[in-house]
């Protein structure tokens, strides 16, 4: 179907490696294909354009190592699903107090903690964003003259008014609570700077916050092993440092998660990657047990802590079955990252990361050096979109965002970056960021609407 040839490879061989760190190369030497291979060539039949299949067409073994990968975090699901002995009972929403819910909310937790490795986990409906579970983290953890470092570079947009790196307006920021503030810029080729991190906490810094993706920089996202590694000269600095890993976008891009690798708590959101493109809302934390006690009790009060929230209708039913898909939705994601990637450089933009480096987020960057670029790749995005393709994008400002901002995101969720979204600053070097979707065909189409308006 549509001129690809996705079918006729072969089986893997027993030693085909998972891992998206392998490189294509190491997988091309270790896998072959059947003497009959033949690329069928572009016909005019296809839904996508030219340059679309003669990617697909070059990227079959990096989607085919993206295929294992998606089994073996299906396969860390299902087993966590079968500890916690799901049942439909499970499903049932709570409301008021949200204290009689068939065991739902605890099944969630410990399901979810076992499939990133961490002692303990709230998974809830309060959280209305990854921002804001980050923040419930944050303050569990910070108290008045402590200070927090954050060892990757500056964080996200919407962390600045939360830390107090730009003005809260007295809204109770960490700084408005005396909560001291510092960065490790990033090293020249944009990953962590290793030197500097070896000698950056100070006897105060109580608190080492890791930003897992790129955010709005252009800069590598990093990955599990470099968040691991991070963390081990951290607590060589100071045993007592607690480590925060924002881990938007990262979840199930690899097969372990940063909890299994030392980090104190993580955080992220549901109607991202964790969410498979079906929960309508909520966010988690993760880690170890007194940590996530410490920051339920700043989503809900001191002593209510784990134990009260409501849930009703159908959300706990899409939380399990969201999580449950994630994989396969990661997966597909990962796919139409490379394949932006590959086509977008073939046209002569630069790409973060490149088609074939190693992935560690599902976010891909495109730099496209003028606002009117920007402006064009954006509507094309929204015009193939399943919800709201008659509307045009508009940039403008945006609670928590620094700079004006463009966002293109016809989904049936709002806000919902699992599914496929592109968004971008309007400021220097005008790079769009690329997020999801539940399909890489999908994808697929929109490079061909992009490239038309280009």
Not at 144 to 156: C, I, N, R, S, T
Not at 277 to 296: D, E, H, M, N, S
Request: aromatic share 8%; with cysteine.
């Amino acid at each position: 179907m549509w001129g690809l040839s996705f079918s006729i490879l072969s089986h893997p061989s027993p030693n085909f490696t998972a891992s998206l760190l392998v490189p294509a190369a190491t997988l091309r030497s270790r896998t072959s294909l059947p003497l009959n291979f033949h690329p069928k060539p572009y016909t005019s039949d296809t839904p996508f354009s030219p340059e679309v299949v003669r990617a697909v067409d070059s990227l079959q073994y990096e989607f085919r190592a993206v295929d294992d990968l998606v089994a073996r975090n299906s396969a860390k699901v299902l087993k966590a699903f079968q500890n916690v002995r799901l049942g439909s009972h499970h499903f049932g929403g709570s409301t008021g107090y949200g204290h009689d819910e068939a065991g739902g909310r605890e099944a969630l937790d410990n399901a979810f903690a076992e499939i990133v490795g961490a002692e303990s986990a709230m998974v809830r409906s309060q959280f209305f964003s990854g921002t804001h579970a980050i923040t419930c983290a944050l303050f569990a953890l910070l108290r008045p003259g402590d200070e927090l470092l954050a060892v990757a570079g500056a964080p996200y947009d919407t962390l600045e008014e939360v830390i107090g790196k730009r003005d809260s307006q007295g809204l109770g920021s960490l700084k408005d609570f005396g909560v001291e503030y510092r960065e490790v810029p990033l090293a020249e080729d944009g990953g962590l700077d290793w030197e500097e991190l070896a000698r950056a906490l100070k006897p105060q810094t109580k608190c080492a916050l890791i930003q897992r993706s790129c955010g709005y920089s252009w800069r590598r996202s990093l990955s599990v092993d470099e968040i691991g590694k991070a963390i081990r000269l951290i607590k060589m600095q100071n045993p007592d440092c607690l480590v925060m890993v924002d881990n938007c976008y990262g979840e199930f891009v690899e097969t372990t998660e940063p909890p299994t690798v030392g980090a104190d708590l993580i955080a992220g959101s549901l109607i991202k990657n964790p969410g498979g493109t079906l929960a309508p809302c909520g966010g988690y934390i993760a880690g170890r047990a007194k940590w996530v006690k410490a920051a339920a009790a700043r989503l809900s009060a001191p002593g209510l802590g784990v134990d009260s929230g409501s849930t009703p209708g159908d959300i706990m039913r899409t939380f399990f079955q969201g999580l449950f898909l994630s994989p396969q939705m990661v997966g597909e994601a990962v796919k139409g990252m490379i394949l932006i990637a590959e086509v977008m450089q073939s046209k002569g933009y630069k790409v973060q990361p490149l088609p074939r480096a190693p992935r560690h987020d599902t976010v891909q960057a495109v730099q496209l050096g003028s606002r009117e670029v920007l402006l064009a790749f954006c509507e094309a995005v929204q015009r193939s979109s399943p919800v709201a393709s008659f509307t045009k994008p508009v940039p403008g400002t945006t609670p928590g965002y620094a700079s004006e901002v463009i966002f293109a995101d016809g989904t049936f969720i709002d806000g919902s970056t699992s599914e496929l979204s592109c968004d971008g600053p309007l400021r220097e070097p005008f790079a769009v960021f690329c997020q999801g979707g539940s399909h890489w065909t999908q994808w697929g189409l929109v490079l061909g609407e992009v490239l038309k308006s280009l």
